[in-house]
């Protein structure tokens, strides 16, 4: 892992202190995809019948509704392992309210069972995600901020004041001269257009003698990376080989250089990352995995949008198909060096690329709602892709593009926060 790294500081936006209505064009926008999707829908699965235009149109109203409505209800119980319960709860919600929707509607809207119910979920889902990207609008601010809002409402604002709050945004692995040539060759165009806008500037850092993750987030997180000289070493007390990657040893790393000075101790969150930073809340952070094995509230608030769960899960099986032909295209051209990509790659790419990105997004915009002081998040994505594809192959500069997408989307989202917020983009 490279040891060479990029970082910005702000200037903030003029803020509105609240969030947008959607405008009324763009709930028309979706409620007009949802329809050309229950349609396309109904032409490919047996199951789903729809008549005409008019049934479509009132069947995606109605979905529309009961996922605003019934989703956040169920998203409130406390599962236990909610990361992985609450796809499962919410595609079972989903699919139920289709069946509701049928019985409502009566005639115009027939769907022979539970199976056709959930395929149709997904299928309305993967149809409306092309056609949000042919139209441009598969980012819209508006509309989720507003959704975002509503949860932070519910859960409680943390402070609303001018003093700014942190945001400490990873891009795990990305080296200084690549971030260059990848702004330059339109990879990062969010990040070039800080640079040029002058919000933000680039500066290049080295590490000390162990370049990887783990030394680098215990130095910014903990304030301190005694004695963790590589990923895995040898402790000479113990004799015993540490490593800085399973749940246990990590805690245990953590516990050992925790002095209460934590980067985000006193309000902060950790997204993401592989220690806590001391932090008041964390979801996907490895010192504290275990609190993903109870009723994490951070989770919750994700599932309580009806479309996340099966939206995820589309993108997940997308993704692993990109993988598979990217995998494929680099052995037919005989490209070296290449690494290993089979077996359950895929799938780790998939998780890493959407499910943790998308998770990591979703509670830093609920974050900043909500006024929390500091937030560190790391986004893992490129790293994951370039260790088997390459630091700069075509597709992992794509999912640098995307991460560089998401950076612009909570940028842009700092306006509207209920306090101000600096942005530090870093790498290690």
């Known amino acids: ?9 702000t200037v903030e936006p003029e803020r509105v202190r609240r969030v947008p209505r959607p405008r009324l064009r763009n709930v028309l926008v979706q409620w007009a995809t949802g329809t050309v999707a229950v349609l396309v829908t109904a032409t490919i699965l047996p199951g789903i019948r ?26 409130a119980i406390p599962f236990p392992a909610m990361a992985v319960v609450g796809f499962v709860v919410i595609l079972v919600v989903d699919a139920l ?18 199976g056709d119910a959930l395929l149709a979920a997904f299928m309305v889902t993967a149809v409306t995600i092309v056609l949000e990207v042919v139209l441009g609008t598969n980012d819209d601010d508006e509309i989720s901020l507003t959704r975002i809002s509503r949860i932070a409402r519910r859960q409680g604002l943390i402070d609303e004041t001018d003093v700014p709050g942190i945001l400490f945004l990873e891009i795990d692995g990305l080296a200084h001269p690549v971030l260059q040539r990848a702004m330059r060759s339109g990879a990062a165009p969010e990040l070039s257009a800080w640079l ?47 490593a800085v990657s399973g749940p246990d040893a990590v805690a ?26 001391e932090a008041d809340e964390a979801i ?23 479309f996340n769960a099966a939206r995820t899960l589309v993108l ?11 995998a494929i295209r680099q052995w037919r051209r005989g490209v070296v060096p290449r690494g290993h990509r089979g077996g359950v790659y895929p799938f780790l790419r998939a998780g890493m690329c959407v499910v943790l990105r998308d998770l ?37 500069l794509e999912a640098l593009r995307k991460v560089d997408q998401k950076l612009g989307r909570i940028a842009r989202a700092r306006r509207f926060a209920p306090r101000p917020y600096h942005v530090v983009v870093l790498s290690d």
């Open 1 to 9: 892992m490279s040891g060479r790294g990029a970082s910005g500081a």
């Open 252 to 277: 245990e790393v953590e516990h050992d250089r925790s002095s209460g000075v934590g980067l985000l101790r006193g309000g902060g969150a950790s997204r993401g990352n592989i220690f806590s930073g």
């Open 284 to 306: 996907l952070t490895v010192s504290r995995i275990g609190g993903d094995l109870r009723a994490n509230p951070g989770y919750r608030a994700f599932f309580a949008d009806g």
């Open 50 to 75: 729809v008549d005409g235009w008019a049934a479509a149109i009132a069947v995606a109203l109605v979905i529309g509704i009961l996922n605003a409505l019934f989703p956040p209800i169920v998203a």
């Open 360 to 396: 990591v997004v979703h509670s830093v915009l609920l974050d900043m709602m909500r006024g929390r002081p500091v937030v560190y998040a790391t986004f893992a994505s490129y790293d994951e892709v370039a260790h088997h594809s390459g630091l700069e192959r075509a597709d992992t």
């Open 196 to 242: 040029d806008e002058g919000t933000h500037r680039l500066m290049e850092w080295e590490t000390d003698l162990s370049s990887q993750t783990g030394a680098a987030q215990a130095g910014i997180l903990l304030g301190s990376n005694h004695d963790i000289p590589a990923f895995r070493w040898v402790d000479k007390r113990s004799g015993v080989i540490k």
């Open 316 to 326: 997940v099986g997308w993704e692993v198909l990109l993988e598979w032909s990217a």
């Open 97 to 114: 309210l289709i069946l509701i929707a049928a019985d409502v509607l009566g005639a115009g809207f027939e769907v022979d069972g539970f």
